[in-house]
């Protein structure tokens, strides 16, 4: 059963979830099938469609009405749960002067524009001004949120992607990884021994990939008659409503797994909505699910199923078949070779063990740049130097470094984080799950629904509920405790690594 | 350079665009990639969508202004026919009585439903009463077009397919096919050789067919930043926008030639988009194009170009190497059975030649419904008997007879001879093209731009500015004459068959 709600509100709700229908569908179909021609237009005509949902969704006569409606509800129900976090976000919209928000818009534009081109011509200069103007103008904005006191600028940006999150509770997150990794991964690369991981870099059709993409998606149990598999560029998951999740993926020739570790990915986020409970739908319960909540369960997938030796010990025999190139390189040498570890410098091309350090040089950075301390002359330097000092790499230029990724370029400042914490997530989850089901022995047999169903009944029908912290407590039986993961990552790679 | 409006009129029709761009993205994706279980919520989503842009369409206040603007356009620009053609679209909404819509619709609605029902359950008894009521109901509501004189019903039906068409026009043509047609086909199954086509209803596989398509894509210039392929249960073209074409297949194992016309017939349809003068774009010049000529240049594709010799000589040396089973076919052997007629049932399996009598059919009926004169008791056994004698084939079930269309249960009187005149409109500017230019060398060199070109130039260019009917006349330099398109089939059968 949906929730209940008074008719003019339930209608306000289906009209937006109509207009953001049509958004998620053109967004989806513009970064899988439309031809590149036509995508001008499409956006132009997006930027009008956007701009009638805005007029509908803050509409003022229809905010007072909900403000009233508001203090009829409940107190602690569902209902009165997602018309107060509507009321937050749209007094957010509401709060902000018309130039504030024009100047901050600008300003993003200007810099997603000079960081295409700074990146391409590798000139962090170029971007500098328009980077340091988008912080102050996002800065600004985000003062006028409803959750700012004066003094927590900082927490309101975590809290926008990560509801509840704060400083206070990402520093000792990542005080823990920066104390247990960063000595860990030095200690790894001085006595670790090699894996020769050359195989996966060898050239394979893509007709081929496509084909044993398929046998993955069948072992995956996923629905086809609720999920749909696109390519793109650069793979997401589009959320559609309760019965229609977009994933996408990209094959390359020569990176084989890519593509698998990729769609197990996004396949983790689409049966995160998949199994959410279906009365939430079209409400802020499901909307606001946080980015960590989210990486949790495509990193759970990605990692704790997708990297596991049950996982291709299930489907070696498939994967010999359709590619012989495999029988001579054997089960156990496979899954050491989807598991290498090597630090360097692009986040994106980063394996399990390595990436939170990326997302810690973020962090330690970001904190700076939102309470205004940031140097940004310096930025390029303090970032090399960052990397060096946790990861033993430092970039020689700064498209391989400060410049790589979109974020901040898109004004999204406390964004990063959530990457690192939705791992940690993942990994106390999967602690728990592995007392209570043989994970291994369902992979192995093939039986994928037992641990979907766990998900399911312990993580996915909050939906956005409950934050994924309270989730992870009531499911654990103990409050988040990054040790989970820093322990179950050092475990991992001492045993691959052959550290004693 | 676009048409040129006030900023107000500018702006409406840009909202107008924006939403149909919505919905046609929606449909498209429907019909192509949307997992299947979201489609509910997605029709829901969609109604609403529609319901905002009627309101927005309709706005009196709106109405009011475009009239007033409209009497301020020059008699004759471009302009004012733009606004004179919408404003007849509007009025016709206008003057329609709520109650009148409302009882179109549902009775709209019954009929599709159980004329489903009624084709599986092979049983017209059921379908019939919401037949007669859906026709009571068309013909009301078409009452209230601004163009309905009191007298020309049919006349109004037509017009709304393909604008400047009516009955009396439809006859003549009829009478000609009829005619000429009937006995031709008789005489061809009396003195006719027969052709073995069985090579095509072997079954190839899927994957084959999809790489061979590449080629044909390839070959027919297909630009693919302007034109995507899908795969569909029902091959159709989406106009998204100019540069945005979305076209559709379905590959059937056992019918290996079925996707590539199919392809080739949407890919006509396409081009006209592509080829429309982008300055009438958003406009209802570009939309009002009628439905007998796009299929005229639909079928130009398919008919002209993809079952001439020419064309499959460019492309045998790439069918044999991907279809090696083809090389003890021989070209002309292949072509030949390209083009085999054989008098059948079923309108969308029926080939070139017979497919004209399934339209004079339905065009016969349709008339006597139109005009209140239809016994519907005995509407199957009239629908038999002129099957038994136009085509010498005589259906021994409704769901191969008159229950086999969509088109009546959807309301669509006037369309079905769309489909003839559309091939007659293509015979007479083939015949033209042909004197101009060496179309049978271009084909077989490789140059279909050449043909595209002279499309363009000639035809696509006018978008509706004129009607298919002038753009004919104009090309040929004679009215429009359907000699030639049933001088064009008899020839080319003739030959085909070896009648004397």
Chains 1, 2 share one sequence.
Do not use: C
Request: charge should be negative; glycine fraction near 4%; proline fraction near 4%.
């Amino acid at each position: 059963m949906r929730l209940q709600f008074e008719p003019f509100y339930e209608e306000y709700l289906k009209k937006l979830a109509a207009y953001n229908l049509a958004s998620a569908t053109m967004y989806t179909d513009q970064w899988t099938v439309a031809p590149s021609a036509g995508i001008p237009h499409a956006n132009e005509m997006m930027a009008i469609l956007a701009q009638e949902l805005f007029q509908i969704e803050n509409d003022p006569a229809m905010i007072e009405k909900i403000e009233a409606y508001h203090k009829t509800l409940p107190e602690g129900s569902l209902e009165q749960k997602e018309v107060k976090m509507r009321l937050d976000d749209l007094g957010h919209t509401r709060n902000v002067p018309a130039d504030v928000y024009r100047d901050f818009v600008k300003a993003r534009n200007d810099a997603g524009y000079y960081w295409h081109q700074a990146k391409e011509k590798n000139d962090y200069a170029l971007f500098k001004p328009y980077l340091v103007d988008l912080m102050n103008k996002s800065i600004e904005y985000m003062k006028y949120s409803p959750k700012y006191t004066g003094d927590n600028l900082y927490d309101v940006f975590l809290d926008a992607y990560e509801p509840g999150m704060n400083e206070e509770k990402y520093d000792a997150f990542f005080d823990v990884v920066k104390t247990e990794l960063v000595p860990f991964i030095a200690k790894l690369r001085a006595e670790g021994r090699t894996i020769d991981d050359s195989m996966l870099s060898k050239s394979f059709d893509i007709e081929r990939q496509e084909r044993f993409m398929d046998t993955i998606m069948r072992y995956l149990r996923v629905d086809p008659t609720r999920v749909s598999l696109g390519t793109t560029e650069h793979p997401f998951t589009n959320f559609l409503s309760h019965n229609d999740m977009r994933i996408t993926t990209h094959y390359y020739p020569d990176r084989f797994l890519s593509a698998i570790l990729s769609t197990v990915h996004e396949y983790g986020h689409a049966l995160y909505g998949l199994q959410m409970d279906e009365m939430f739908e079209g409400t802020k319960l499901n909307e606001n699910v946080g980015s960590a909540a989210h990486e949790s369960q495509s990193r759970f997938l990605e990692n704790h199923i997708g990297r596991s030796k049950a996982f291709w010990q299930a489907n070696y025999d498939e994967l010999v078949k359709q590619f012989p190139e495999f029988e001579a390189v054997g089960l156990d040498a496979l899954v050491d070779m989807i598991n290498v570890s090597e630090p360097g410098l692009i986040r994106t091309e980063a394996d399990e063990l390595t990436y939170p350090l990326h997302i810690l040089i973020r962090y330690e950075l970001e904190k700076d740049m939102a309470e205004g301390k940031m140097d940004y002359d310096q930025l390029p330097t303090l970032w090399a130097d960052k990397y060096e000092q946790y990861l033993g790499v430092r970039p020689q230029t700064d498209s391989e470094g400060v410049l790589q990724d979109v974020h901040w370029s898109d004004g999204y400042l406390g964004y990063f984080p959530t990457y690192a914490l939705g791992s940690a997530y993942a990994a106390q989850l999967y602690h728990t799950m592995a007392k209570q089901i043989d994970v291994d022995k369902a992979l192995r047999e093939g039986r994928m629904e037992e641990i979907t169903n766990w998900l399911k009944d312990n993580v996915h029908h909050y939906a956005g509920s409950k934050t994924m912290a309270e989730i992870v407590e009531i499911v654990s039986g103990e409050p988040f405790d990054p040790h989970y993961y820093v322990d179950y990552l050092k475990d991992k790679y001492s045993k691959l690594y052959g550290l004693k």
